[in-house]
């Protein structure tokens, strides 16, 4: 069973950059998704976009292309949410999750509470 | 696509049947493999959302069998046979037919 541990909960002020950890182990495929998803206080799921751990290559949803990136360290086996430009609405929490290429999310991070505040 | 559940909450009592239900927008069923591309989750208060179906009706390994999901097309139901007071939680549904993949609202589940 894969198992992905998060980086700690995290507090920033408008303006400020973030990065989010999340490291998997217990993988036994070669090539998934690592998904990244958002849920804002009291609020639902929304998916950002994943990272093909084979190959590196992020994907974004819109809404979250520029300020948003993904990046992979294969010699740790932990993907990286950077979120740039922090604003207020930023405040959530951040899910990693993995599926197969096409594939229902079978395994979650335990999240990361990012608070954006002055 | 647009995925909408309903209820937004509903107040059962142990051991009740429990229907909550999920459309899409357009239909995450695949006619020429068969396939639907729909799961479930369940969220807990403090916990991350944890997998129950997936292929509209599979359950995941470890998921008590009161847990049940049908439907096709663009009209999904998540069914639990009997609640019990651990199954208090938000239920989520989940498309993975096309990008961006989307859930639903939610659904509270509360014990009466």
């Known amino acids: 069973q894969v198992q992905l541990v998060q980086s700690g909960s995290e507090l920033k002020k408008p303006g400020a950059s973030v990065k989010v950890s999340c490291k998997a182990s217990?993988?036994?495929?070669?090539?998934?998704?690592l998904n990244w998803v958002r849920q804002a206080p009291g609020q639902g799921l929304e998916w950002m976009g994943w990272i093909n751990t084979n190959t590196g290559s992020p994907t974004y949803a819109q809404g979250f292309r520029g300020r948003f990136v993904f990046s992979l360290d294969t010699s740790v086996t932990t993907t990286y949410l950077q979120i740039d430009s922090l604003k207020a609405e930023d405040s959530a929490i951040y899910y990693c999750?993995?599926?197969?290429?096409?594939?229902?999310?079978?395994?979650w991070g335990q999240g990361t509470m990012v608070t954006v505040s002055s | 696509i647009v995925m909408t559940q309903s209820p937004d909450s509903l107040t059962v009592s142990l051991g009740e049947r429990t229907t909550i239900n999920c459309k899409s927008s357009?239909?995450?069923?695949?006619?020429?493999?068969?396939?639907?591309?729909l799961a479930w989750y369940q969220q807990k208060p403090g916990q991350p959302p944890k997998l129950l179906i997936y292929?509209?009706?599979t359950r995941e390994s470890g998921v008590p069998d009161r847990f049940s999901g049908s439907g096709s097309g663009t009209d999904f139901t998540l069914t639990i046979s009997s609640l019990q007071a651990e199954d208090v939680a938000v239920y989520f549904c989940h498309q993975y037919y096309t990008t961006p993949w989307t859930f639903g609202q939610g659904t509270k589940v509360e014990i009466k």
């Open positions: 999750a993995t599926s197969p290429p096409r594939g229902a999310f079978d395994s």
């Open positions: 217990g993988y036994t495929s070669t090539s998934y998704a």
């Open positions: 292929g509209a009706s």
């Open positions: 357009q239909s995450v069923s695949n006619s020429s493999n068969n396939k639907k591309y």
